[in-house]
């Protein structure tokens, strides 16, 4: 089972009650590496989105380790690892796999956040970086990790998901992840009642499709205007799990059954881990017009399924 940690009052507070719950996980992937490099995305953030930094402060110092070696942790464009998942939506019910290194599976968290101000959020991530998350006002925020070739120094695409989630209308929410000071992109897939977005993007650029029919995306650039931004041009795996999930959702397959399916393996949608020790650690299906989240930890076919309703 996932554990659900609730947190509440100031961002400060919240902060600390969240890096207390977590602290072993944040200890695990505080390095120290970066220090200098993320001193000045620390800046850009600082200057942006200010509470962002006093959660995170916050954090670190509940969980006992230095605030800028917590910041350069959050800073996914100083990495190399890429990282895997799978979205579909259908209507208003959006589901997600999310693959990672088989060793994260043991951190990932639920977190309820009710923060002064904001709409109550619920998300799903590792210590306090959230990878999906939803809030009371029915907004849905998942995506998918892409490569874009033109990331610089600014504001972390991990951390623009704490700001996203307190957007309560889509169009707000879009204009939130086109943040000007954004030092990269994921692929968006924004959802509420009154719809779907995809935002495909990079640092620079985005193509923005309001959707009608069914969406799938995986971790590779699909809209033809954005393809020029992806650094690598190989991306079997993804466009594996891309036609399949496709495939699945056009013969009306619902979506939890989609996240279930085994075909390609080791680049399955439910994926076991393959070659580099990649595999799903938790999934989700959300059903936005009834503010409900199913979700749980590891594979989406073996899996104990916990529920979360806005109330």
Same mark, same amino acid.
């Given at each position: 089972?996932?554990?659900?940690?609730?947190?509440?009052a100031?961002?400060?507070?919240?902060?600390?009650?969240?890096?207390?719950?977590?602290?072993?996980?944040?200890?695990?992937?505080?390095?120290?590496?970066?220090?200098?490099?993320?001193?000045?995305?620390?800046?850009?953030?600082?200057?942006?989105?200010?509470?962002? +930094?006093?959660?995170?402060?916050?954090?670190?110092?509940?969980?006992?380790?230095?605030?800028?070696a917590?910041f350069?942790?959050?800073?996914?464009? !100083?990495?190399?690892?890429?990282?895997?998942?799978?979205? +579909?939506?259908?209507?208003?019910?959006?589901a997600?796999?999310?693959? !990672?290194?088989?060793?994260?599976?043991?951190?990932?968290?639920?977190?309820?956040?009710?923060?002064?101000?904001?709409?109550?959020?619920?998300?799903?991530?590792?210590?306090?970086?959230?990878?999906?998350?939803?809030?009371?006002?029915?907004?849905?925020?998942t995506?998918n990790?892409?490569d874009?070739?033109?990331?610089?120094?600014?504001?972390?695409?991990l951390?623009?998901?704490?700001?996203?989630?307190?957007?309560?209308?889509?169009?707000?929410?879009?204009?939130?992840?086109?943040?000007?000071?954004?030092?990269?992109?994921?692929?968006?897939?924004?959802?509420?009642?009154?719809?779907? +977005?995809?935002?495909?993007?990079?640092?620079?650029?985005?193509?923005?499709?309001?959707?009608?029919?069914?969406l799938?995306?995986?971790?590779?650039?699909?809209?033809?205007?954005?393809?020029?931004?992806?650094?690598?041009?190989?991306?079997a795996?993804?466009?594996?799990?891309?036609?399949?999930?496709?495939?699945?959702?056009?013969?009306?397959?619902?979506?939890?059954?989609?996240?279930?399916?085994?075909?390609n393996?080791?680049?399955?949608?439910?994926?076991?881990g393959?070659?580099?020790?990649?595999?799903?650690?938790?999934?989700?299906?959300?059903?936005?017009?009834?503010?409900?989240?199913?979700?749980?930890?590891?594979?989406?076919?073996?899996?104990?399924?916990?529920?979360?309703?806005?109330?």
């Amino acid at each position: 089972m996932i554990p659900l940690v609730r947190a509440q009052a100031t961002h400060a507070e919240t902060g600390a009650a969240i890096g207390e719950a977590t602290a072993d996980a944040i200890r695990r992937r505080v390095t120290g590496d970066h220090l200098e490099l993320a001193d000045r995305y620390r800046a850009v953030t600082l200057e942006h989105l200010p509470w962002v +930094v006093e959660e995170l402060d916050a954090a670190a110092e509940a969980a006992g380790v230095d605030p800028l070696a917590l910041f350069a942790a959050s800073v996914e464009e !100083l990495e190399d690892a890429r990282r895997g998942c799978t979205d +579909v939506v259908v209507g208003r019910l959006v589901a997600h796999n999310n693959d !990672l290194d088989a060793a994260d599976e043991e951190d990932v968290v639920a977190i309820e956040w009710r923060v002064e101000g904001e709409p109550a959020i619920f998300t799903l991530g590792i210590g306090p970086w959230i990878s999906v998350g939803w809030n009371e006002a029915g907004l849905s925020v998942t995506g998918n990790e892409l490569d874009p070739n033109d990331e610089r120094v600014g504001i972390p695409r991990l951390l623009q998901m704490r700001d996203v989630l307190t957007r309560t209308r889509l169009e707000v929410a879009v204009d939130a992840v086109l943040h000007p000071a954004r030092a990269s992109s994921y692929n968006w897939v924004l959802a509420s009642p009154e719809g779907a +977005v995809n935002v495909e993007g990079s640092a620079t650029a985005a193509e923005v499709r309001r959707l009608d029919e069914a969406l799938v995306h995986t971790n590779h650039y699909e809209e033809p205007p954005m393809q020029r931004y992806a650094r690598k041009r190989d991306h079997a795996g993804s466009r594996a799990r891309y036609a399949r999930a496709h495939e699945l959702a056009s013969a009306g397959t619902p979506p939890l059954e989609i996240l279930r399916d085994h075909a390609n393996a080791p680049s399955s949608i439910c994926r076991h881990g393959d070659g580099d020790g990649t595999k799903t650690v938790f999934w989700c299906v959300a059903d936005v017009a009834a503010r409900r989240v199913e979700y749980g930890r590891g594979n989406p076919c073996a899996s104990t399924a916990q529920t979360y309703e806005f109330a």
